[in-house]
C-alpha cells in the first residue's frame, strides 16, 4: 500500500509550509481566533486529502475494481461532513471564519497543484511488464 502513497510527502510539505503562513497571517489579521481558522482551515484540507489517499489504496491494494465505489463513497461523504461543518460554522459569528474560508480554499490549491507537479514528474510506468 505505501506504493499507492508516496505522492504524499510533497503535498504534506506544502501543506506544513501553507500552515505555518497562513497561521501567522490569521494571526496578524483577527488575532488568535484567525490563527485558529487558518489552522483549522489547512488541517481540514489535508485530513480530506490523505483520508482519500489512503481509502483509495486500500480499495485498490484489495481489488482495483473497488477504487470507483470506494472512491465515490468516500468523495460523497467527505461532501456531507465538511458541508455540515462548514454550515454550522457560517452560522455562528466565530470571529475565525474569513480565515477559515480562506484557508480552505488556499490549502485546496496548494495540495493539488503539489500533486499535480509531483505526478508531473514521477516515473510512473503505464505499462506492467509481466516479471517472468
Not at 510527502?9 to 487558518?38: K, M, N, Q, Y
Amino acid at each position: 500500500m505505501a506504493v499507492r502513497l508516496r505522492h504524499l510527502p510533497v503535498p504534506l510539505l506544502v501543506s506544513a509550509v501553507l500552515l505555518a503562513v497562513l497561521t501567522a497571517v490569521g494571526a496578524g489579521l483577527d488575532g488568535a481566533a484567525g490563527a485558529l481558522g487558518a489552522a483549522a482551515g489547512v488541517l481540514l484540507v489535508v485530513v480530506s486529502y490523505v483520508a482519500s489517499s489512503v481509502a483509495l489504496a486500500w480499495a485498490d491494494s484489495v481489488h482495483p475494481r473497488m477504487v470507483l465505489s470506494v472512491g465515490l463513497l468516500t468523495y460523497s461523504l467527505k461532501f456531507a461532513v465538511l458541508g455540515a461543518a462548514v454550515f454550522a460554522v457560517a452560522a455562528s459569528d466565530w470571529a475565525g471564519q474569513r480565515m477559515l474560508a480562506v484557508a480552505i480554499i488556499v490549502g485546496t490549491v496548494a495540495w493539488i497543484t503539489a500533486q499535480v507537479w509531483w505526478t508531473w514528474r514521477a516515473r510512473i510506468p503505464y505499462v506492467e511488464i509481466d516479471p517472468r
